[in-house]
């Protein structure tokens, strides 16, 4: 053994020999830590606003993490809005009048990039973090937004069906929420998030095709969504 490390020494000198010495060093410290896990998750997410629009999505995804702190993830999904909303008016105690009905539906296709920040909260005992904090922020491609409208004033019985697609466009937002694991492999992320996909500009075009229409779309006003995160994870 130190008929190596003489010739080692020999060879490269005491300056390399240093050098040598402390990369083996690192790596012997770094085979110490708890192992970084990449993760393959199924994403979804919905979200309501005040005028009866819902937004959801469901994604499927992969992310690196090469640090224990620092993850990036690459997914691709399918988002949809719907609307339903049916206006009454009690006329007595048993019955009512119908007044009007907005009907939406539509949908996209979309990638997305993610980079989110880590800070465990509790760890076991063998230093596998249970519990984390995380903070992402995200940024990507949608397709063109399709989207179909139904109005029905019942007054007068009229009836008008319209459609509207505004182009693929660029989006971002961000999520923070907690992660939990159940195992070294399965885990859940509860969490909160925004985008700023453009559905208000497609039913704001579909606005315009009713002319004098008696009723409306409610334009879509961008909310928080609520979303959860199943995740398989593995040792690099």
Not at 84 to 90: F, G, I, N, R, T
Request: glycine fraction near 8%; include cysteine.
């Amino acid at each position: 053994m130190w008929d190596i490390i003489y010739y080692i020494e020999k060879t490269f000198g005491k300056a390399k020999y240093l050098i040598v010495a402390l990369v083996f060093l690192q790596v012997s410290a770094k085979a110490q830590e708890p192992a970084n896990e990449n993760g393959i998750l199924l994403n979804a997410w919905t979200s309501s606003t005040k005028n009866n629009n819902h937004f959801s999505a469901i994604e499927l995804a992969h992310e690196w993490k090469s640090w224990t702190y620092l993850g990036f993830e690459l997914g691709a999904g399918l988002g949809w809005l719907a609307c339903y909303d049916l206006q009454k008016s009690w006329v007595n105690p048993v019955g009512c009048e119908k007044l009007y009905l907005r009907e939406i539906s539509g949908g996209n296709e979309f990638i997305r990039g993610k980079l989110t920040a880590y800070l465990p909260l509790w760890r076991d005992d063998d230093m596998h973090p249970r519990l984390v904090l995380f903070v992402s922020g995200l940024g990507g491609f949608t397709s063109a937004l399709n989207i179909e409208g139904h109005l029905e004033y019942f007054e007068t019985g009229e009836k008008i069906e319209t459609s509207s697609q505004s182009g693929a466009h660029w989006f971002s937002g961000f999520e923070m929420g907690l992660k939990g694991s159940f195992s070294r492999h399965f885990a859940m992320k509860l969490y909160l998030g925004n985008n700023n996909i453009q559905f208000s500009e497609t039913i704001k075009e579909m606005n315009t095709m009713i002319n004098n229409f008696p009723i409306r779309f409610d334009e879509y006003v961008s909310s928080a969504y609520v979303g959860i995160s199943l995740v398989y994870t593995y040792s690099k």
